[in-house]
């Protein structure tokens, strides 16, 4: 008996193989996503943890005006290990390729924040991000840059060209965007310096030199906190000429902060996107499921009929439930778990600097068994629950199962339909014999459309955060920072150029009471033609995002403060911004200018090409950047990366899941009214008039669907742009009527196309084979 | 080339030739359902197709009513082959030429009686109401198929034939679900169509006592005609046990 129950089992499967499949398919993309994130949180978690450890990222980061060797005795003798550090800003240039940029530069030995080197050798490192960008050759390209050292009283202006030895990443400054790390081994640096400054001084003494002067300390500690304590009496207590300037821990570190940022909205990603995804893929299931075993309703009275126990038909037909759930469940978690890490990790590697070392996948197994199990619990379930109610009839029932039976549903028809085209009434009637799955298929439309319009929503949101601070908030064409004085007298003379305003921002510590946090502050012109809110004398606009952040309002006081210097201001007015955020001002804070970019606005004439206006920027000597409005859009895009990646899987899933819902709908009806069709064309109906009925029904489900998702759709965004938010950005939630005509259009093609796929199979039903009597 | 437009020569509108038709099936046409037959219907006849299952009796009339394709061989009704036809033709063919009546009815479950009939109606020819009429279903017009016994769902099938008043009649065991006293019925009623001799019936069914009340007989036997017998003074449907 066993045998031929198998031998059914088989032969089911390869008769009803096109719904077993859409239901593989929906387990599939359900786990296939979750494990993904899943573990593309792990991977990432444990890559950015394993990058720290291993390059023995600092805890505190001590800036102080020069490190002397008193203090270099203290640091030995109260930390776990320490590392001096020349630390400064300045234009390098790479002559062979005509690109210079502001870079930082680190003179050290890498005790501590340890450059992980990528290719070449220690020595010259550039950050192997900027030299893929740049098309930099380590061994070939010579960095040049100039440095001012003092020997016996005199600083020397000393010029460097260094041949660049290798590439690196560098834990703290592991996102590299828009910005030049390098790394000058401490001996190598020293030996040049003595090289340059023999060339300049006549009788230069080397022992007369008193070396570089470090400006860092780089220091690892079992308690930041304590350490930071110790460290800052010293410093007080007069034990050291030197003196201290600032000294943070690892949150106030950028790059720190982000990937942090990075691996906690990945954890988040698993909690929202992948589990609505999960829970629309079930209630598919549900149904799907379901219905293939009511199907099999007369198979279930036939083997009822013979005297096969209820035991062995229940674990037979579970059966199906279980193993559809494990092949698509098994496949969704092996595809999830190598194809999204592979893809996140492309796009993480270019935003961060991270070593491919580090990169290691981390499979979160117990998560998965348990995913894998619930899926497989979950099919089970539900085929012997439906076998179960089709158990409890009587064999004689069950064998009479057919369309007829739910057709009792119906009753004498009304007058009032009767002037309504067949087609019609046919759809109307089929959905009342079946109205559940009806319900079903509409709730999965629902879920589709939901994903899709949330993922155009997330991507409205962005561009209009964009918009927000790029076009209303600043109102310019191209904004450049620049080094050298003349740079605007230069700019001025350029007849395409409207006007050019200047500014200037320093990234600073805003105190409210006892809170603090580091922030941009921006000094504008007075009654600015850029930005949108005028100030004037002492007015004071801070962004709505910093305000909220720390209780503020019109007419409370905060503190700004860079090293030594504290500004105490007093806000006038707020304004939205999403991430340009900051404190605006008019008035000059006196800030160190060494702190201090320079920067300038430029408007064009309408005439102008902004960008041929750019290019003509950055040629000028002494840019730093030149940057056109939609330059600066690409590249804030490109530092939410994680979310747009996150809007374009939702968009892909979301159509992908509409399809196997149709389909899963379609298939199930045409199984189910193969004789139907056969007899409507026998009776002489095309394939496209049999089809219309079929048609109707569809768009009456996806109809409903659709207006389901539409609503749910904006609440669902909101839900996963709350969850995932993060500091870099302030979502403005924006919805445009486009994305939701979008969201129309996109599920009406794909309903159109999966609806062509339904008129293919009507046309292909076999009369004869369909219509057979029974002999 | 399929022939996109059923244009029939109406000298001969009463016959159907069949001319040396073969079905082949499985992918080497090792199953013969149809070998090499041949014969000629005509307008008024009263045909029964015996034959044991499998013999190859349905897959003769699913070939003349074109819901299956030859393998060999040609079908000429009106002097249009209908294995030339294309596809769209073919439905042509169906909608204004053949009837069908099946063992199972097959009734659309979601249309009523009259509904059903509807499906079937042509311009110009008769009503559905009116074949309901004719098969003494009028009262039922507006029943579903699943409120009416098994009799009357059949005579629903036989209305829903008639009311494109077809040129040939093809029924596949219509009695093969019925008790014998509704199968009498539905034959009493295929023949009292009969009377106005302005169409073809063919009854397919493995049951002899039919072909008592038939004016011709076909035997099928391996998808060969193996007699093709004239009764001159059928019997009447009171006369016979089904």
Same mark, same amino acid.
């Given at each position: 008996m066993n045998k031929v129950l198998k031998k059914v089992r088989g032969r089911n499967i390869k008769s009803n193989f096109k719904q077993f499949?859409?239901?593989?398919?929906?387990?599939?993309?359900?786990?296939?996503?979750?494990?993904?994130?899943?573990?593309?949180?792990?991977?990432?978690?444990?890559?950015?943890?394993?990058?720290?450890?291993?390059?023995?990222?600092?805890?505190?980061?001590?800036?102080?005006?020069k490190v002397s060797t008193e203090d270099e005795a203290f640091f030995e003798a109260n930390t776990t290990k320490f590392d001096k550090r020349l630390q400064f800003e300045t234009i390098a240039e790479i002559e062979t390729l005509k690109i210079n940029s502001s870079a930082s530069i680190y003179v050290y030995e890498g005790k501590v924040s340890t450059p992980y080197i990528e290719s070449g050798k220690k020595g010259c490192l550039i950050d192997k991000n900027v030299a893929k960008d740049q098309k930099i050759q380590a061994g070939f390209h010579d960095i040049s840059f100039s440095y001012v050292v003092n020997y016996q009283g005199t600083d020397y202006t000393l010029d460097f060209v260094e041949r660049l030895t290798g590439t690196m990443s560098l834990d703290e400054r592991a996102n590299t965007y828009n910005s030049w790390t390098v790394v000058i081994d401490k001996e190598l640096f020293l030996e040049r310096v003595k090289e340059k400054l023999a060339e300049k001084v006549v009788g230069f003494d080397e022992n007369l030199f008193e070396?570089?002067?470090?400006?860092?300390?780089?220091?690892?500690?079992?308690?930041?906190?304590?350490?930071?304590?110790?460290?800052?009496?010293?410093?007080?207590?007069?034990?050291?000429?030197?003196?201290?300037?600032?000294?943070?821990?690892?949150?106030?570190?950028?790059?720190?902060?982000?990937?942090?940022?990075?691996?906690?909205?990945?954890?988040k990603m698993i909690y929202v996107f992948p589990i609505i995804f999960l829970v629309v893929a079930v209630l598919i299931i549900l149904t799907t499921i379901d219905q293939l075993i009511v199907q099999e309703q007369k198979k279930i009275g036939i083997l009822k009929a013979c005297g096969i126990p209820?035991?062995?038909?229940?674990?037979?037909?579970?059966?199906?439930?279980?193993?559809?759930?494990?092949?698509?469940?098994?496949?969704?978690?092996?595809?999830?778990?190598?194809?999204?890490?592979?893809?996140?990790?492309?796009?993480?590697?270019?935003?961060?600097?991270?070593?491919?070392?580090?990169?290691?996948?981390?499979?979160?197994?117990?998560?998965?068994?348990?995913?894998?199990?619930?899926?497989?619990?979950?099919?089970?379930?539900?085929?012997?629950?439906?076998?179960?109610?089709?158990?409890?009839k009587n064999p004689i029932d069950c064998l009479r199962y057919n369309l007829t039976a739910s057709a009792k549903k119906l009753k004498k028809r009304k007058k009032k339909f009767k002037k309504m085209p067949i087609s019609l009434k046919m759809a109307f009637r089929n959905i009342k014999m079946k109205p559940l799955r009806l319900?079903?298929?509409?709730?999965?439309?629902?879920?589709?459309?939901?994903?899709?319009?949330?993922?155009?929503?997330?991507?409205?949101?962005?561009?209009?955060?964009?918009?927000?601070?790029?076009?209303?908030?600043?109102?310019?064409?191209?904004?450049?920072?620049?080094?050298?004085?003349?740079?605007?007298?230069?700019?001025?003379?350029?007849?395409?150029?409207?006007?050019?305003?200047?500014?200037?921002?320093?990234?600073?510590?805003?105190?409210?009471?006892?809170?603090?946090?580091?922030?941009?502050?921006?000094?504008?012109?007075?009654?600015?033609?850029?930005?949108?809110?005028?100030?004037?004398?002492?007015?004071?606009?801070?962004?709505?995002?910093?305000?909220?952040?720390?209780?503020?309002?019109?007419?409370?006081?905060?503190?700004?403060?860079?090293?030594?210097?504290?500004?105490?201001?007093?806000?006038?007015?707020?304004?939205?911004?999403?991430?340009?955020?900051?404190?605006?001002?008019?008035?000059?804070?006196?800030?160190?200018?060494?702190?201090?970019?320079?920067?300038?606005?430029?408007?064009?004439?309408?005439?102008?090409?902004?960008e041929k206006?750019?290019?003509?920027?950055?040629?000028?000597?002494?840019?730093?950047?030149?940057?056109?409005?939609?330059?600066?859009?690409?590249?804030?895009?490109?530092?939410?990366?994680?979310?747009?990646?996150?809007?374009?899987?939702?968009?892909?899933?979301?159509?992908?899941?509409?399809?196997?819902?149709?389909?899963?709908?379609?298939?199930?009806?045409?199984?189910?009214?193969?004789?139907?069709?056969?007899?409507?064309?026998?009776?002489?109906?095309?394939s496209l008039q049999i089809s219309i009925a079929v048609f109707i029904e569809v768009f009456i489900m996806a109809g409903i669907g659709m207006i389901l998702g539409m609503v749910l759709g904006v609440p669902l965004m909101i839900l996963i742009l709350t969850v995932n938010k993060i500091e870099l950005l302030n979502y403005i939630i924006s919805i445009k009527f486009v994305s939701f005509l979008a969201t129309f259009f996109i599920i009406l093609i794909t309903i159109f196309a999966v609806l062509f796929v339904c008129y293919l199979k009507i046309k292909k039903v076999n009369m004869a084979e369909s219509l057979k009597s029974v002999e | 080339m399929k022939k996109e437009q059923l244009i029939f020569d109406e000298r001969y509108v009463g016959s159907v030739a069949v001319e040396h038709v073969s079905k082949f099936y499985g992918e080497n046409f090792e199953v013969k359902a149809l070998n090499n037959v041949?014969?000629?219907?005509?307008?008024?006849?009263?045909?029964?197709?015996?034959?044991?299952?499998?013999?190859?009796?349905?897959?003769?009339?699913? /070939?003349?009513?074109?819901?299956?394709? !030859?393998?060999?061989?040609? =079908?000429?009704?009106?002097?249009?082959?209908?294995?030339? #036809?294309?596809?769209?033709?073919?439905?042509?063919?169906?909608?204004?030429?053949?009837?069908?009546?099946?063992?199972?009815?097959?009734?659309?479950?979601?249309?009523?009686?009259?509904?059903?009939v509807e499906l079937a109606e042509l311009p110009g020819e008769m009503l559905a109401i009116d074949a309901l009429k004719a098969v003494g279903l009028e009262d039922k017009a507006d029943s579903f198929p699943s409120e009416l016994s098994g009799g009357e769902q059949q005579r /629903?099938?036989?209305?829903?034939?008639? !009311?494109?008043?077809?040129? =040939?009649?093809?029924?596949?065991?219509?009695?093969?679900? #019925?008790?014998s006293k509704t199968g009498k019925m539905i034959i009493k009623l295929l023949m009292d169509m009969n009377k106005k001799k302005d169409k073809i019936i063919v009854v397919v069914t493995h049951n002899s006592a039919i072909a008592e009340c038939a004016d011709r007989v076909l035997k099928i036997s391996d998808g060969k005609i193996v007699s093709d017998e004239t009764i001159k003074n059928p019997k009447s449907i009171e006369d016979i046990e089904l």
């Open positions: 499949l859409s239901v593989i398919f929906i387990v599939l993309l359900a786990t296939m996503l979750f494990s993904g994130f899943m573990t593309n949180s792990f991977t990432l978690k444990s890559c950015v943890d394993n990058y720290f450890t291993e390059t023995n990222l600092a805890d505190l980061w001590v800036n102080t005006d070396g570089i002067a470090y400006n860092q300390v780089l220091v690892k500690t079992d308690d930041a906190m304590q350490t930071s304590t110790t460290i800052k009496n010293y410093y007080d207590s007069g034990a050291t000429l030197s003196k201290l300037v600032y000294m943070h821990g690892r949150e106030e570190v950028e790059s720190v902060k982000l990937l942090n940022e990075e691996v906690e909205q990945s954890q209820n035991k062995k038909i229940l674990k037979h037909y579970s059966f199906y439930g279980a193993i559809l759930c494990t092949i698509g469940a098994g496949l969704g978690v092996l595809f999830g778990l190598v194809l999204i890490p592979e893809v996140m990790f492309s796009r993480y590697g270019m935003i961060y600097s991270i070593p491919e070392d580090y990169i290691k996948l981390q499979i979160p197994v117990w998560w998965l068994v348990a995913l894998t199990i619930s899926m497989i619990v979950l099919g089970f379930i539900v085929a012997f629950v439906r076998c179960y109610k089709i158990l409890n319900v079903m298929g509409a709730v999965g439309m629902a879920g589709c459309v939901a994903l899709l319009l949330s993922g155009f929503g997330i991507g409205d949101t962005l561009s209009k955060s964009l918009k927000n601070d790029l076009g209303k908030v600043f109102d310019y064409d191209i904004s450049s920072t620049y080094n050298k004085s003349d740079f605007k007298e230069k700019l001025l003379g350029d007849e395409r150029i409207e006007f050019v305003e200047d500014y200037s921002r320093v990234y600073a510590t805003l105190s409210v009471d006892l809170e603090s946090d580091k922030v941009y502050v921006y000094q504008i012109a007075e009654n600015s033609k850029i930005f949108k809110e005028q100030l004037t004398g002492d007015n004071v606009c801070i962004s709505k995002t910093i305000a909220d952040k720390f209780g503020l309002e019109v007419g409370d006081s905060i503190s700004v403060s860079l090293k030594d210097k504290s500004v105490k201001l007093v806000i006038s007015s707020t304004i939205e911004t999403s991430f340009k955020n900051g404190v605006f001002v008019c008035k000059d804070l006196e800030f160190e200018e060494t702190f201090v970019s320079k920067g300038v606005w430029i408007n064009t004439k309408e005439s102008a090409d902004s206006v750019a290019e003509f920027v950055n040629e000028i000597n002494g840019t730093n950047t030149a940057l056109t409005i939609e330059e600066e859009k690409e590249n804030v895009k490109g530092r939410i990366m994680s979310t747009s990646t996150m809007t374009k899987t939702i968009k892909v899933f979301g159509i992908m899941l509409a399809v196997i819902v149709l389909l899963n709908f379609i298939f199930l009806i045409l199984k189910e009214r193969t004789i139907e069709i056969a007899t409507l064309k026998v009776i002489g109906q095309n | 041949s014969l000629q219907l005509f307008t008024g006849q009263f045909v029964v197709i015996l034959g044991a299952s499998g013999s190859g009796k349905s897959t003769l009339l699913n /070939v003349i009513g074109g819901m299956d394709t !030859v393998s060999a061989g040609s =079908i000429n009704f009106a002097g249009v082959d209908i294995t030339e #036809l294309s596809d769209k033709i073919f439905s042509q063919y169906r909608r204004e030429v053949v009837g069908f009546i099946f063992q199972f009815y097959n009734l659309m479950p979601n249309l009523t009686a009259l509904e059903n /629903v099938a036989i209305a829903r034939a008639l !009311v494109k008043n077809p040129k =040939i009649l093809l029924c596949d065991e219509p009695t093969g679900a #019925l008790d």
